[in-house]
């Protein structure tokens, strides 16, 4: 298979730093690596996974993969382009400037509502890659999450909500990522400032079947940080 791969040819040294714009790491260039990567007869397997592995190291990572999950149309592509910016995120968080930062909590938000399935692993990867944003920004930095988490009752996304919400509050319990009295200061935050919010909530969707799972968590993580 000559030359299937013109942009695998030409490596760099692993000590030479990157650029964020190396056109190495195009969209298309890491659609086709992660294509070819699960190709064993390809003679260019190697190169590809190569290339995704110094790829995955970039900070602009997360804008390819965020993009390669909304067009790509292989699932194994969606599915690797979640996993990396679930993985990746608190990495690259920090390293990305404000406007950067402000542009993918919108975008990502807008993804996570547009996904038609909440329950396969691509959503949960979103999901819980958008919930370490809020905990890294909410709410100060990233008022809208608010919006996303308590939206009107009528709102066509209650069911993303309702999993984004659980899956929040279960980061909050569990994440590794924050110190003890940022997770303090959001339980409280939750429990009490949000309280007559999320018990609206409770009330009106407990007897939805398909919302059964994320109330009772909802329910669950409220009656314990009340306590």
Known sequence: MANQLNFLIHRI?????LKMDDPRFSQENVEKAM???????????????GLLNEWMEQPSSLFTALQLV???????CSFMSSSLIKNKISSFWGQMEPDQRNEYRESLSTLIATVPDINNQIS????????????????????????????????GTIAVSLRILSSFMEEIDTSNLITDL?????????STQQ??????????????PELANDILLICNY??????
């Not at 294509?35 to 996974?49: G, L, N, R, V, Y």
């Not at 909304?70 to 194994?76: A, E």
């Not at 940022?182 to 939750?190: A, D, E, F, P, T």
């Open 70 to 76: 909304r067009t790509t149309n292989s699932f194994y």
């Open 13 to 17: 040294s692993s000590s030479h730093l």
């Open 35 to 49: 294509e070819i990567s699960q190709d064993i007869t390809s003679s260019d397997q190697q190169a590809a996974m």
């Open 195 to 208: 309280h007559d919010k999320i018990m609206e909530m409770i009330s009106t969707f407990i007897n939805a």
């Open 182 to 190: 940022r997770r303090n200061n959001l339980r409280q935050l939750i």
């Open 124 to 155: 949960y990867n979103l999901i819980r890659a958008l919930c370490y944003i809020a905990l890294s920004d909410w709410p100060v930095d990233f008022q809208n999450f608010s919006n996303i988490i308590f939206p009107s009752n009528e709102s």
């Open 222 to 227: 409220m009656l314990r940080w009340g306590s």
